[in-house]
């Protein structure tokens, strides 16, 4: 199985940065991609960015420029940087891994989803 633990969401002011972490832990064989998603009270949970083992990024239009993805994959661990944050931000950001990890049998693909974070962006 893979378990992902997120942490470094908060309350910040707008204009303000936050860095959430997103570590991957269990039998892992190997993580492809990782993202984040976000979802908003009342909206469907939407992805905020991807990125491949490889390191290329992909970002949804709306924080281009913003936010910041990247991983560690020593340590299985993905990261988001978030700068000139906006109330619009705010959402509870769920981590994502594609991943090969051992069921206890054999190996096989996992899609994975952390516990989520809650960003609040407010003066």
């Known amino acids: 199985q893979v378990h992902l633990v997120e942490s470094g969401g908060g309350l910040v002011q707008p204009g303000g940065s936050l860095r959430l972490s997103c570590a991957a832990s269990?039998?892992?064989?190997?993580?492809?991609?990782m993202g984040w998603y976000r979802q908003a009270p009342g909206k469907q949970r939407e992805l905020v960015a991807s990125?491949?083992?490889?390191?290329?990024?992909n970002y949804a239009d709306s924080v281009k420029g913003r936010f910041t993805i990247s991983r560690d994959n020593a340590k299985n661990t993905v990261y988001l940087q978030m700068s000139s944050l906006k109330p619009e931000d705010t959402a509870v950001y769920y981590c994502?891994?594609?991943?090969?990890?051992?069921?206890?049998?054999?190996?096989?693909?996992?899609?994975?989803w952390g516990q989520g974070t809650q960003v609040t962006v407010s003066s």
């Open positions: 994502n891994a594609d991943a090969i990890a051992y069921s206890g049998t054999y190996y096989r693909p996992y899609d994975s």
């Open positions: 269990g039998s892992i064989f190997r993580i492809n991609a």
């Open positions: 990125i491949t083992s490889g390191g290329s990024a």
